[in-house]
């Protein structure tokens, strides 16, 4: 009968699960993406000599070729997941227009814009590289620069070459495969084990309503709530899957939702206060975060002991002596909202503190991008349904370019 019993709770618990994992796969909420960018190339350069009835030598007219499309990426604060661009492999920039005859100038290829979300990160696909960031609305970065156009014969002509029969090709195009991973921007990142009551505190702190079940990983993506404060003041609090020892080599949800929290100016830790040893769970989550970057150890940091509402306060005095001392320490209830008023003016307070000042933890020089490990790099895209393959182009697609094999633009050519 116990072993029934037992089966019975394990398919539940396996059932839910895979529902989750399902709704997940279908979830609105992307945070990584791989494309293919190719800038325009430059347009050649006309080689054209003017012949027109009483000018039979009229010289040289060949018009430049025009300017290659550059590809930029640009922030936008109406964005929050990178769903817009699930679906699109590949972006393009036009090619520049031929010079042609009487001078005429190529037509510039037009540039293209990809509209990202605010605390995008770029990775080379093939090197795992870091490419850029975009960390505010509106900033725009120049991800691949289109070719210029080739001078047409014109540009070339001198008192002692009055008739050059050349001109310049364009400039070839660039290409790159992209990996775009959002990084939440958030004041306040909430670190714990699964079923700690972080998904429960946001709710009660916020008017955010993420999932809330009483089994592991009930959260599958991050969550944001803004957390009122006194005199219409607020700021932005970020909820993640739980994190298990192991994660940051590939256990649980692993490495998916840390890079979540890189961004966030103060990390919140929470551990239930039934739990054996708060101690020593605290040092598992804080050595998670050390392994997958020693950097984020710099942040400011509070341990919000939950579920206080099952400890007396006898027993609570009995575990403060043994709870670390280097940092804020709160025992909270978010059921019955112990201790939640103090645990907000512990956040402000740690906020606005002169060596946390937001603007200079959020500030996009003061994050340190690291390379992707390769080793785990293609298991992470394979987890994210990249086959790591990259259709690049059709054939027909591309115009003939082998004039530019031997060809080197020179800067200083005399006009």
Same mark, same amino acid.
């Given at each position: 009968?116990k072993?029934?019993?037992?089966?019975?709770?394990?398919?539940?618990?396996?059932?839910?699960?895979?529902?989750?994992?399902?709704?997940?796969? #279908?979830?609105n909420?992307?945070?990584?993406?791989?494309?293919?960018?190719?800038?325009?190339?430059?347009g050649?350069g006309?080689?054209?000599?003017?012949?027109?009835k009483?000018?039979?030598? /009229?010289?040289?007219?060949?018009?430049? /070729? @025009?300017? @290659? /499309?550059?590809?930029?990426?640009?922030?936008?604060?109406?964005?929050?997941?990178?769903?817009h661009?699930?679906?699109?492999r590949?972006?393009?920039?036009?090619?520049?227009?031929? $010079?042609?005859?009487?001078k005429?100038? /190529?037509?510039?290829?037009?540039?293209?814009?990809?509209?990202?979300?605010? $605390?995008?990160?770029?990775?080379?696909?093939?090197?795992g590289?870091y490419?850029?960031?975009?960390?505010?609305?509106?900033?725009?970065?120049?991800?691949?620069?289109?070719?210029?156009?080739?001078? $047409?014969?014109?540009?070339?002509?001198?008192?002692?070459?009055?008739?050059?029969?050349? *001109?310049?090709?364009?400039?070839?195009?660039?290409e790159?495969?992209?990996?775009?991973?959002?990084?939440?921007?958030? =004041?306040?990142?909430?670190?714990?084990?699964?079923?700690? @009551?972080?998904?429960?505190?946001?709710?009660?702190?916020?008017?955010?309503?993420?999932?809330?079940?009483?089994?592991?990983?009930?959260?599958?993506?991050?969550?944001?709530?803004?957390?009122?404060?006194?005199?219409?003041?607020?700021?932005v609090?970020? #909820?993640?899957?739980?994190?298990?020892?192991?994660a940051?080599?590939?256990k649980?949800? $692993?490495?998916?939702?840390l890079?979540?929290?890189?961004?966030?100016?103060?990390?919140?830790?929470?551990?239930? @206060?039934?739990?054996?040893?708060?101690?020593?769970?605290?040092e598992v989550?804080?050595?998670?975060l050390?392994?997958?970057?020693?950097?984020?150890?710099?942040k400011?940091?509070?341990? *919000?002991?939950?579920?206080?509402?099952l400890?007396?306060?006898?027993?609570?005095?009995?575990?403060?002596d043994?709870?670390?001392? #280097?940092?804020?320490?709160?025992?909270?209830?978010?059921?019955?909202?112990?201790g939640?008023?103090?645990?907000?003016d512990?956040?402000?307070?740690e906020?606005?503190?002169e060596?946390?000042?937001?603007?200079?933890?959020? *500030?996009? #020089?003061?994050?340190?991008?690291?390379d992707?490990?390769?080793?785990?790099?293609? *298991?992470?895209?394979?987890?994210?349904?990249?086959?790591?393959?990259?259709?690049?182009?059709?054939?027909?697609?591309?115009?003939?370019?082998?004039?530019?094999?031997?060809?080197?633009? =020179?800067?200083?050519?005399t006009?």
């Amino acid at each position: 009968m116990k072993d029934s019993f037992l089966t019975g709770r394990i398919f539940i618990f396996s059932f839910f699960l895979f529902k989750d994992t399902e709704a997940m796969a #279908d979830s609105n909420f992307v945070d990584y993406v791989k494309i293919y960018c190719r800038s325009g190339k430059g347009g050649r350069g006309s080689m054209h000599l003017r012949h027109v009835k009483y000018q039979p030598n /009229g010289g040289p007219d060949g018009g430049d /070729g @025009g300017h @290659g /499309g550059s590809i930029y990426l640009r922030g936008n604060h109406n964005y929050w997941t990178l769903l817009h661009l699930k679906y699109q492999r590949h972006v393009f920039a036009e090619h520049g227009g031929n $010079g042609g005859r009487d001078k005429c100038h /190529g037509t510039d290829g037009k540039d293209m814009y990809i509209d990202v979300p605010c $605390g995008t990160v770029v990775y080379n696909a093939e090197t795992g590289k870091y490419v850029c960031d975009v960390t505010y609305d509106g900033q725009t970065v120049l991800l691949l620069k289109g070719g210029r156009g080739g001078l $047409g014969n014109f540009q070339f002509r001198s008192a002692t070459n009055q008739a050059p029969r050349y *001109a310049q090709p364009g400039e070839p195009m660039e290409e790159m495969t992209i990996i775009l991973e959002l990084k939440l921007l958030a =004041d306040v990142g909430l670190v714990g084990f699964p079923n700690a @009551g972080k998904s429960t505190l946001l709710s009660s702190l916020s008017s955010a309503r993420p999932k809330i079940a009483n089994y592991p990983f009930t959260t599958l993506e991050p969550s944001l709530g803004i957390v009122g404060y006194h005199d219409n003041k607020s700021f932005v609090m970020a #909820d993640i899957p739980g994190i298990i020892e192991g994660a940051s080599e590939g256990k649980g949800l $692993g490495l998916r939702f840390l890079r979540h929290i890189e961004r966030n100016s103060l990390l919140l830790f929470m551990v239930p @206060g039934d739990t054996d040893d708060i101690r020593k769970e605290y040092e598992v989550l804080l050595n998670e975060l050390r392994k997958f970057n020693p950097e984020m150890l710099d942040k400011h940091r509070v341990l *919000a002991v939950t579920k206080s509402d099952l400890l007396d306060e006898e027993l609570i005095e009995m575990l403060r002596d043994t709870l670390p001392t #280097d940092l804020p320490v709160v025992f909270i209830s978010a059921v019955t909202g112990q201790g939640l008023n103090e645990l907000k003016d512990i956040l402000w307070k740690e906020l606005n503190s002169e060596s946390n000042k937001l603007q200079e933890i959020t *500030a996009e #020089d003061t994050l340190v991008h690291r390379d992707k490990d390769m080793s785990s790099f293609r *298991a992470e895209m394979q987890d994210e349904g990249e086959d790591g393959d990259v259709e690049y182009m059709d054939a027909d697609e591309l115009e003939d370019v082998e004039d530019l094999e031997d060809f080197e633009y =020179d800067d200083d050519a005399t006009l």
